[in-house]
Each structure stands twice: as structure tokens, then as C-alpha cells.
């Protein structure tokens, strides 16, 4: 067995408040942190943190109230006047223990642990200080209280010779002084220990301990100090007379009741199994004929029975009153419990059962409170000449404030299990996230990345229906792929690149909303019918919209909220690189399927403006040397930063007078009026600035009967390249 200092003298004073505070557990429950306690504490902890301090010349008075300051509470107190009260003794000892003590010197310990085996038995405890002393140590406890014992009394404190064994035993050496040092009045107490001393408070400790051992009783044993005990409310001598064995027995069995149904309701975490044993335990230790558990509604405007023995299911769902109504709904509003000796000629009485007859019986009405806030109300009803007496009502507060705890507990681990369900879902919905880069990546046609993307959007995230739309050559988005769908019934919609909702993830909360969408007049009548909420999601990537993912149905159990909105938004981030890869994979299909064509078109352009005003012009062809190299690697996203990087050197050296064209994916036209005062040569040179990645060739023109493909012939001649269109 371990033993304190505050467990041999709680037992010393009374063996009731030991059982109650050490081996019933109680303390949560009734001990509660009073004024002077929180002010002794603070006391100490300020001291403690002060003599911290390394350097002695940062240890000043105002650093000591700011330590004080930092850890004052104000919610400790009842009153203003009793706060202030507190807080000026708390600096006033501070300040006559500044005044008083050498702030420069530095103690051997603060707050020392020490432990020291008794045979079978140990004792343990903190020493507030030790300091050196001339011929030895001095051990220094702090003292908040009021009272100031005399020398005899100090000569004879069981807590000094508790630290001298302690200190003794740990150290192999005596302290020389033991002092009480009473902060309140500025005065120290100093003593010693002679081996006399110790051997009789060795005696003495072992004494105690055997009987605390051996006891089986723990009666009270009313003091001086009774009326500051934490469970007078349970003492048997507070609440009967001595003689009254009968009733104290009956106290003492009720105390492991409330004991014993703490442990059991704490332990159940299921809160419909909990509301179910409450009830049930009530109405068994109550021999209750009705007991029924109120809770409050959301807005704490009704009570509502949650859980009710004797009441019928439809009793149960129809019987609510508002909150200050009958009994319970005043019990509710006051917090205080209500005691009716018979409800019928109790106005206030709000029957939950339908009774053909009205037969006299008492009702109590007990608030469950959690940190003096009422979460809800238990009804207790028992028969016929039947009464409740005070310590029954001593007994359901207690199993009440039991129940209180445990609904808490029970809230709070189904928060909790709400809370891990998300959690799940929410690394399900991460992993389908890593799962759609793993899979989507696999593939490198355009066709199959968009199936893939939807397929994951529907197995991961709930999206039952759904549709990929790319921008076509009339710059408009539409229909490439779908899921849950025909892909024919969507090939019809056509979203303007202009249109807001583009741009951002956005919604069309209704049918009669299409009509302010952009392209509204292209989506078929039964589509804006059978989806009357849709939502738009851009995929974006390097800061362009490569497309966007219409979600036209959620499954049931899915919304669109925030954490969807989140999820989608960053699954549309991971796709849209993918899908971009895969526009610039099929576009290169096409560039080497027939390279020139956009190039040709381009120039055929040029040339038919050139004969119908009549001009002249020099043609420039800039174009990329390590384009095919790209291509092979199918580095796709390299070739596209490289040709924009190309186009931004090209335009960096251009004359106002010159018009620069993007003739093909690697090929710019630089165009010079013949009848310019711009060389050509000197432009070309300037070009060949740019370095040894572009390959440059020339041409003037008109040239009569040359097409725009037989002036690329030409313009490619002195170019290394491995193929060049026929004419």
C-alpha cells in the first residue's frame, strides 16, 4: 500500500472522507476547488516557477506578480468582493515573502519526490523546497492558511516527519532544519527531528497504515472540519443520528450504490443501450412504477421522452411539453429537482399516460445536469400511499449526476464514431484520389483517359451520371464522353467558352435555371428535366481549361456539400494534366499524319490577300529542330513548355511593322512587307540571335501561279528535315 502525507492525515481526521475520497473514487463528484485551495495552489505554483528562475537578478517583484497573474482564475469565485478578497491576500503574501527571503539564493530542489519502502507498505510525497543551510539542509514547506500553530504543535507535525524520512531515506543524510513557513502572517516555524523522533513517527505511520488495512467501517468522526467537507452530503453523521443503525447502514449501502451504478453506467458507450439501463435502474432502486428519461429537442424548446418504462410506444412519441411547462418542464428551466406528494392535486401535473382513474401517488421530477448545465430531466412515479424520503431523494441526484456523466461519454464516443465513419470515408475517398493518378496515367489515349476518369468518379465518389465536354473548333465545349448516359443525348449540349460557370465550380440549382446558362437552348428538354441540379467543374491545369466534368447525378446517399465540392475540385486537378497530355498526344497523331496542312492554310490565306490588294512581302519560316525528339520520348508537356518558351523568344524580337503567325505547333511565320524599309537579311540574322534550336529558311513573294503548299516546298529546302510534302 502507497501512502501520502494527505492520505494518512484524511484518514486521521476522518476514516469516512478517506473511504469516500481514496477507494470510492468520489472526488470527481463532489470535491470541489474552493477559494482558498486554488489560492494555496497558485501560491505554490507561483513560488515554484519563481525560484526557476536561473538568473537571481531577473528574480524581481513584478516578474513574481506576473507568474501570480499569468495562472489567477476568475471563475473560482461566487462574487466579485470574494475575488478581490482572494487576489489581494494572494499578492500580499507574495509581497511579504519578496521582502522578507534572499532572492538570490538558489535552492537545492523544488518540489522533490521521495519514496521510502516500509516493508510491505510505502510512503511517498512532494517537499515544496530544500535549501543549504549552515550545517546542513533545511526543508521548507509553504503554508497558505490563516492559522499559525504554535512551536509545540510544529515540534509535532506528522508532515515533517513524513519529509524527514522521505529526505533522509533518499539522500543518506539528515536535514538539520524542518520549517513550516506560513506565508499569510509572514512567519517561520522551524524544528527538528531526533532519532527518537523518527522512530516513533515510523512507529506511528505503520500504525495507520494497519488500521487503514484492517478497517472495514470507516465511520465518521465529526471535527472541527466537517462543515468544509466535500461529502457532507453522504456523511451518515451528517445526515442522521449516531444511534441510528438501521439508517447509517442504509446510507452506507447506498453510497456503493451510487459507487457501483457509476462504474456500470461510464461503462456503456452504446447511448440507446445507456437511455434503456438508466430507466431501468431507476425505476428498479426507485420501486418506481413509471420512470421515464426526458432530453431536450435541437433548440432546447421541448423535452421529449427518450426512454420511458410503463409508457406505450405512442405514448412515448406524442407526449412532449415545452420547456417551464408541468413538472419536468420547470424542473428543466430551474434546474432543482420537484417533489409532488400527489399529482392530481398538483395543477402543474402533465400526465404522459392516459389513466381511466386518478389514483393518488408521488412524483419527483430530478434534473441531470453535466457542469451545472441541465441536458434533460428523469421522472420518477410510484404507487399508491407510497412517499419519497430524503435520502431517496439524496440518492437519484446522485445516480442522476452518475447518468449525467455517462450520457456525456456516451454523446461524445458517438460524435467520436460519427467522426471515424467520415474519417473512413474520407481516407476512401484519398485513396480512390491515389488510385485515379495510378490508373487514369496508364493510359495515354485521350478516349480511354476520359472513360477511366468517369468510371473512378463513379466507384470512389457516388457520380451516377456524368459527361466530359472538350472544346471544339468553334470554341465551344462539348460531349466527348459520358457515364450513366448515352453519349448521344449529350451531343447536343454546346457550353460557350464565355460562360461564367466555366471558369469556376459551379451550378444550375434547377430547370428553370438553364435558361440563364450559356448554351441553355442546346440542351434537350427531357435533360433539363430529369436533371434538375448539375454541376460544372473546370479542369484546369498550367492555368488553362483543358475542359470541363458536368456531374449530372449524385448517388442517394451522396450531396454536393463542401467536402464533395473539395473532393471533386482536387480529383479535377489530378485529371485535367492527364487529359491535357492526351489532347497534345492525339494532336501530335495528327501533326504526323499530315504535318503541313494547318502551315498551308495558313499561307494559302496570306497569299490570296497579298493578289487581291497587290502586295509584296518576305516570308519567314522559323521552326523548332528537336520537335521529332519530343514527339519520341512523348514528352508532350516538355514540348508544349518549349514551343511557348519559342514563341516568347520569337515575338521578344519583332519590329512593330512585322506580324508574327503560330503557322504550326513547332512552326512560327515571320511576315515582312515587301515594300518595307526592313531588310530581310538583317531580320534572319537577327533570328539566328535567338540560337541553334531553330531552323531557318526565306522566300519573297509573289511568285506567279505558287500555291501556299509549293511555297512550303520551297521554304523547307534548306532545312534537314527527313520528309517534305509534294506538291
Known amino acids: ?52 528562475i536561473k538568473n537571481p537578478e531577473e528574480r524581481t517583484l513584478e516578474k513574481m506578480n506576473d507568474i501570480f497573474e499569468s495562472m489567477w482564475r476568475d471563475d473560482v469565485f461566487t462574487t466579485q468582493t470574494e475575488r478581490d478578497e482572494y487576489y489581494n491576500r494572494g499578492k500580499d503574501m507574495l509581497a511579504r515573502f519578496y521582502e522578507k527571503e534572499d532572492k538570490t539564493s538558489n535552492p537545492i530542489s523544488l518540489e522533490e519526490y521521495f519514496e521510502v519502502q516500509l516493508g510491505e507498505h510505502t510512503i511517498n510525497g512532494f517537499i515544496d523546497r530544500v535549501d543549504k543551510a549552515d550545517d546542513g539542509v533545511e526543508i521548507i514547506d509553504y503554508k497558505t492558511g490563516r492559522y499559525v500553530p504554535s512551536q509545540q504543535e510544529v515540534d509535532e507535525d ?44 515510523l512507529k506511528e505511520i505503520k500504525r495507520t497504515i494497519n488500521r487503514i488495512e484492517t478497517d472495514r467501517d470507516f465511520k465518521p468522526t465529526p471535527n472541527k472540519f466537517c462543515q468544509w467537507c466535500d461529502y457532507a452530503i453522504l456523511c451518515p453523521a451528517k445526515s442522521i443520528g449516531k444511534n441510528d443503525k438501521e439508517k447509517f447502514n442504509h446510507i452506507v449501502s447506498n453510497l456503493y450504490l451510487i459507487n457501483n451504478m457509476s462504474r456500470y453506467f461510464t461503462s456503456i458507450l452504446d ?127 446522485n445516480l442522476a449526476i452518475n447518468a449525467s456523466t455517462a450520457i456525456m461519454n456516451a454523446r461524445f464516443y458517438n460524435d467520436l464514431d460519427i ?82 460557370i466555366v471558369s469556376i465550380i459551379g451550378t444550375v440549382e434547377s430547370a428553370a435555371e438553364w435558361a440563364d446558362f450559356k448554351g441553355a437552348d442546346t440542351v434537350p428538354e427531357d435533360i433539363k428535366a430529369q436533371f434538375e441540379k448539375v454541376y460544372v467543374v473546370p479542369l484546369k491545369a498550367a492555368d488553362e481549361i483543358r475542359g470541363i466534368i458536368v456531374l449530372f447525378k449524385l448517388a442517394a446517399d451522396k450531396q454536393f456539400d463542401s467536402e464533395m465540392e473539395t473532393l471533386i475540385n482536387i480529383f479535377s486537378l489530378q485529371i485535367a494534366p492527364i487529359i491535357g497530355m492526351g489532347q497534345l498526344i492525339e494532336k501530335a497523331k495528327k501533326d504526323i499524319a499530315d504535318p503541313f496542312s494547318p502551315l498551308v492554310s495558313a499561307i494559302d490565306e496570306e497569299i490570296a490577300k497579298v493578289r487581291e490588294y497587290e502586295l509584296n512581302l518576305d516570308l519567314i519560316l522559323i521552326r523548332l529542330k528537336n520537335y521529332k525528339d519530343y514527339i519520341e520520348k512523348q514528352d508532350f508537356e516538355g514540348l508544349d513548355r518549349k514551343i511557348k518558351q519559342a514563341e516568347k523568344e520569337i515575338r521578344s524580337s519583332t519590329i512593330a511593322i512585322e506580324r508574327i503567325m503560330r503557322a504550326e505547333k513547332d512552326s512560327f511565320l515571320d511576315i515582312l512587307p515587301a515594300n518595307s524599309e526592313i531588310d530581310i537579311s538583317e531580320r534572319i540574322e537577327k533570328l539566328n540571335e535567338l540560337g541553334a534550336d531553330y531552323q531557318i529558311s526565306s522566300m519573297s513573294y509573289p511568285q506567279d501561279g505558287v500555291t501556299g503548299v509549293e511555297l512550303i516546298n520551297k521554304l523547307l529546302t534548306g532545312m534537314d528535315l527527313n520528309s517534305v510534302p509534294e506538291a
Not at 499569510?184 to 522551524?190: A, C, E, P, S
Request: glycine share 6%; net charge positive; proline share 3%.
Open 1 to 52: 500500500m502507497k501512502v501520502s502525507y494527505s492520505k494518512y492525515s484524511t484518514y486521521k481526521q476522518c476514516p469516512f472522507k478517506y473511504k469516500a475520497h481514496y477507494i470510492d473514487g468520489l472526488a470527481a463528484k463532489y470535491e470541489k476547488e474552493t477559494p482558498a485551495l486554488f489560492l494555496g495552489n497558485l501560491v505554490h505554483d507561483t513560488l515554484y516557477k519563481f525560484y526557476q
Open 158 to 201: 506528522m508532515q515533517l516527519t513524513f519529509y524527514y524520512i522521505g529526505y533522509t531515506n533518499k539522500h543518506k543524510e539528515e536535514p538539520k532544519k524542518l520549517s513550516l513557513y506560513f506565508l499569510d502572517k509572514g512567519v517561520k516555524r522551524i524544528t527538528t527531528r531526533t532519532k527518537k523522533d523518527l522512530k516513533n513517527g
Open 271 to 397: 447511448i440507446d443501450e445507456l437511455y434503456e439501463v438508466i430507466v431501468n435502474k431507476f425505476q428498479s432502486i426507485a420501486k418506481a412504477h413509471l420512470v421515464s428519461l426526458m432530453l431536450f429537442d435541437d433548440k432546447k424548446e421541448f423535452l421529449y421522452v427518450e426512454k420511458s418504462t410503463g409508457m406505450s410506444d405512442k405514448e412515448i412519441r406524442d407526449f412532449k411539453i415545452r420547456v417551464g411547462e408541468g413538472i419536468a418542464g420547470l424542473t428543466a428551466l430551474t434546474g432543482n429537482h420537484i417533489y409532488v406528494k400527489d399529482v392530481w392535486k398538483d395543477k402543474r401535473y402533465i400526465p404522459a399516460k392516459k389513466e381511466s382513474v386518478k389514483i393518488p401517488h408521488p412524483l419527483v421530477a430530478i434534473p441531470i445536469q453535466y457542469h451545472d448545465e441541465t441536458i434533460g430531466v428523469i421522472n420518477i412515479e410510484r404507487g399508491e400511499n407510497e412517499e419519497f424520503f430524503e435520502n431517496d431523494l439524496i440518492l437519484f441526484k
Open 419 to 500: 467522426a471515424n465513419k467520415k474519417l473512413d470515408t474520407r481516407l476512401n475517398n484519398i485513396t480512390t484520389l491515389y488510385k485515379v493518378s495510378r490508373i487514369v496515367n496508364t493510359s495515354r489515349e485521350l478516349d480511354e483517359i476520359l472513360n477511366l476518369s468517369l468510371e473512378v468518379a463513379a466507384t470512389g465518389f457516388g457520380v451516377e451520371v456524368s459527361g466530359v465536354f472538350l472544346k471544339n473548333s468553334a470554341n465551344a465545349y462539348v460531349c466527348r464522353a459520358a457515364y450513366g448516359i448515352e453519349q448521344d443525348k449529350l451531343a447536343a449540349i454546346s457550353i460557350k467558352s464565355d460562360d461564367p
